[in-house]
């Protein structure tokens, strides 16, 4: 059995790209392309099964804080990279705007 630590490690493998893609897929309900296991059935009344919520938090994990409002900008907003950095270097989070390794989650500061 994978633990959700270890779900969150191999899906990050697919890169922030797609991770940004599945996390806004996933957080609209819609069946995520090229996701590696099946969900079920997973729109609004069928969220709460556990391959979506488990899908759901390591993908969110897997991206951080960051990435998950940087992904949300750029796919379902579809603002730039540049419009998304403005926003979040204007107080959205105090923090810096690129997504990396080194960047503090928000909520534990």
């Known amino acids: ?3 959700s630590l270890e779900l969150t490690k ?3 493998l697919a890169g922030v790209k797609q991770l940004g893609r599945w996390y806004c897929d996933l957080n609209v309900f819609r069946k995520p392309a090229n996701f590696p296991f099946d969900l079920g059935k997973h729109d609004r009344l069928h969220y709460e099964s556990l391959s979506f ?3 759901w938090h390591c ?3 897997a991206l951080g804080m960051e990435g ?3 992904a949300w900008w750029l796919y379902e907003l579809r603002h730039t990279e540049e419009e998304w950095r403005a926003w979040w270097n204007g107080g ?3 923090g810096p705007s ?3 390794d080194d ?3 928000c909520n534990e500061r």
């Open 1 to 3: 059995m994978i633990t």
């Open 10 to 12: 191999l899906l990050s």
């Open 53 to 55: 919520q488990l899908a």
């Open 59 to 61: 993908v969110a994990d």
């Open 68 to 70: 998950c409002s940087r």
């Open 92 to 94: 959205a989070c105090d």
């Open 98 to 100: 690129p997504v990396s």
């Open 103 to 105: 960047v503090e989650d």
